[in-house]
């Protein structure tokens, strides 16, 4: 009766794009010159809007405000390699995500500002609302792929969550039930390396998270979350797998180069070297001499889409304060359910009358 | 056309038909697939269903959770959670998630999921196997709560439920599960949600009871000197205030009877809207008859602990004599 090894894993780590912006040719997705540019144009937006966001915050003109500074590479590749029916299942931190998925600025605005308008989703887009409550929504995911298992779609899920959430209950019982029913589930975890202030070293002591699917008998892949194309690769490939009934987990890499929200100060727990360091590894900057190299940009098109991309933001903010005159609180009373019961209808009426 | 039937025939019954009605319908849960559910409550449904029946593993939040994105992909969940004090391990997706989809969404998702399970004492289980939430869940906006206490009533208020747009928390008393059997009528029989019973009519005093209390309160009224008024509301949520007042505008008197804790239950709540709507034509204080503010206890004690015949007689009494 000898003492046998029971099981053996391995996580293997990919990146298509090294920090200086050299490419491995084995690894890069095949996209067309317009894809490539789009993919740039995509972090650029998310940058700039989550760059104006914050700065509105701080004028009091939305409230608080998760920005994905830093994570543009991993979320615009992520929901770039979505088809159009497959759905998208974001936490709170997915601007850069939303935006590339085509949900439209001033949605995010307006939810910033406190209005449900900004979370509906446009009927027969496959985008869910932000789920604030950490890891909850990776069994929404799950659910999702495995209803499309169900009714035998080719559809797949992709959800959002990020290191912290990898330590909730939810995510396991998330991958876990996903392997069981063959769900056609992505769950990509955003390691931005901090849960606000607890850093990824006291979040777990798994060498990784890709390797909590392992514990699930599914398939777990770390990529470079700074690397938008080795991300492009990764993520296309696992939604691929996915279709199949064969869920994955992505462990993206990554940073949050700014605050956990707009009412956090991250100098409280992180260093200004280690912030440095992690400006070096700025995921635009990378890709932007890769796309100058390649041919793909040069200043002409940069400042192009600087420009278009500042002419949209105004645009979005301007209709953000439109919408936002046109807040009616007692519409509040009229989404809770199907249809308005006497009981609810009663208090609608006293909110009216003000008592 | 009826049959006689117990309360665990009734719910086979109904899930049976909705699943042959709507193709959309999904029935998932611990145990629920070979094995036919711990109260036979799915039993042989996976035979006639089979790709429609699924046995999950054992993770409540998983269950309710995963019903969300179902429910958004346009499936109609139907997870059946083991007992009902287990479903505390998936309150967090039914507060911050089932209940709020539709809100969220700004009305453009919804989730039309029915979240079935055992409730209520008296049956002499283990911790955690006797609870009766059914205030916690009324206390969560966006959310409907069936408690039914007939065959006849489980039939209707399912079929009400499972075609609900809106999520449904469907309670059912173990007690009774297989304690009454009742006519059901055969096919089509939709009891509306909101909607309560006037089980008996009276003059002297109104009682309100559901779940398995409803049997208690009406042994209690029928040994007790006053013409008893039983109402039984059907659903918690939502709650058909207007028979409870018309009926206590009638007799000046109220005894609410639930085996939940007293404090923040659903006595103090209906007490409230008597008091908002009717308090001048009170005779006397509306009486709560209830469980007491201590975990549901071990079984040598859970009869001790429920509402029974005569402390609901002792509540009629104090009511009369007041």
């Known amino acids: ?16 794009l090294d920090e200086a912006g050299n490419a491995d040719p084995d690894l890069l997705p095949d996209l067309s010159t317009a894809e490539l540019r789009d993919l740039y144009r995509n972090m650029r937006r998310a940058r700039r ?58 949605l995010l605005l307006w939810y910033a500002m406190g209005m449900e308008e900004g979370a509906a989703v446009p009927e027969g ?12 929504q990776t069994l929404h995911g799950a659910g999702l792929g495995w209803g499309q298992a169900i009714t035998g779609d080719d559809d797949a899920s992709l959800v959002f969550f990020g290191d912290g959430a990898s330590s909730e209950g939810d995510a396991y019982e998330a991958f876990n039930v996903a392997g069981v029913f063959d769900a ?61 009934g064969e869920p994955v987990v992505v462990e993206a890499l990554t940073y949050r180069r700014s605050m956990h929200t707009t009412a956090d100060d991250p100098s409280v727990y992180r260093t200004p070297e280690e912030e440095a360091e992690w400006a070096k590894r700025d995921p635009i900057d990378r890709y932007e001499d890769y796309l100058r190299e390649e041919g793909v940009l040069d200043d002409d098109a940069v400042a192009e889409i600087e420009d278009d991309v500042e002419e949209e933001l105004e645009a979005a903010i301007e209709r953000a304060r439109e919408g936002e005159r046109d807040v009616d609180p007692a519409e509040m009373f009229d989404h809770a359910f199907a249809e308005l019961s006497p009981w609810l209808a009663d208090q609608r009426e006293a909110f009216e009358r003000h008592e | 056309m009826s049959d006689q039937r117990n309360i665990v025939e009734a719910v086979r019954g ?15 849960g611990q145990d629920v697939g070979r094995n036919g559910g711990v109260f036979r409550a799915t039993e042989g449904l996976i035979d006639e269903f089979p790709n429609r029946i699924y046995d999950t593993p054992v993770a409540e939040a998983a269950i309710v959770g995963t019903g969300v994105g179902l429910a958004a992909h346009g499936l109609t969940p139907v997870p059946e959670i083991q007992f009902s004090g287990f479903a505390h391990q998936a309150f ?18 919804n989730c039309p999921m029915t979240i079935r399970a055992p409730a209520g004492g008296g049956i002499r289980a283990l911790e955690h196997h006797s ?58 029989h939709v009891v509306p949600l909101g909607e309560a019973n006037v089980v008996e009519t009276g003059d002297d005093v ?59 239950g659903m006595a103090a709540e209906i007490t409230a809207r008597i008091n908002d709507e009717a308090l001048m034509y009170l005779e006397a204080p509306v009486e709560r008859v209830t469980g007491y503010d201590v975990p549901f206890p071990l079984y040598a004690r859970e009869e001790a602990y429920m509402p029974d015949p005569e402390r609901i007689r002792a509540g009629i009494e104090r009511a009369m004599d007041y």
């Not at chain 1, 991993?74 to 088809?83: D, P, Y």
């Not at chain 1, 992505?186 to 990824?200: E, G, H």
């Not at chain 1, 390797?211 to 777990?220: E, L, R, W």
């Open chain 1, 184 to 244: 056609h589930t992505v769950f990509l975890c955003q390691n931005n390396r901090y849960a606000i202030s607890v850093p990824r070293e006291r979040q777990t002591r798994a060498e990784t998270i890709a390797q909590k699917a392992v514990a699930a008998g599914i398939d777990g892949v770390q990529v470079d979350g700074n690397d938008v194309l080795g991300t492009y690769k990764v993520v296309s490939e696992a939604l691929e797998q996915a279709r199949q």
């Open chain 2, 206 to 264: 109104t009682v309100v009871a559901w779940g398995a209390m409803r049997r208690e309160a009406q042994r209690a009224a029928d040994g007790v000197d006053a013409d008893v008024e039983l109402i039984d509301p059907r659903t918690i949520v939502p709650l058909d205030t207007d028979a409870i007042l018309d009926s206590v505008r009638k007799t000046g008197r109220c005894v609410v009877v639930h085996e939940a804790p007293k404090t923040a």
């Open chain 2, 14 to 28: 109904t899930l049976r038909a909705e699943l042959a009605r709507d193709d959309d319908v999904i029935v998932y």
């Open chain 2, 92 to 109: 967090h997706q039914i507060q911050q998630h089932v209940s709020r989809l539709r809100s969220r969404s700004r009305g453009t998702l």
């Open chain 1, 1 to 16: 009766m000898p003492r046998e090894r029971a099981a053996e894993f391995t996580i293997d780590h990919v990146q298509a």
């Open chain 2, 131 to 188: 609870e009766s939430f059914e205030a916690g869940y009324a206390h969560t906006p966006g959310l409907k709560v069936a408690y039914p206490s007939t065959p006849a009533d489980a039939k209707g208020l399912l079929t009400a439920s499972i075609r609900d747009p809106d999520p449904v928390v469907f309670l059912e008393p173990t007690r009774l599960y297989r304690a009454v059997r009742g006519e059901v009528p055969e096919g089509e």
């Open chain 1, 49 to 106: 809007f989550d760059e104006r966001a914050v700065a509105l915050q701080r004028r009091g003109e939305i409230g608080t405000i998760a920005p994905a500074i830093g994570q543009e590479a991993v979320q615009v590749a992520s929901a770039a390699a979505l088809s159009e029916g497959d759905w998208m299942v974001p936490s709170f931190r997915e601007s850069a995500a939303y935006l590339t998925r085509g949900v439209d600025p001033h």
């Open chain 1, 125 to 136: 887009e496959h985008t869910m609302p932000p789920s604030i409550a950490v890891g909850s």
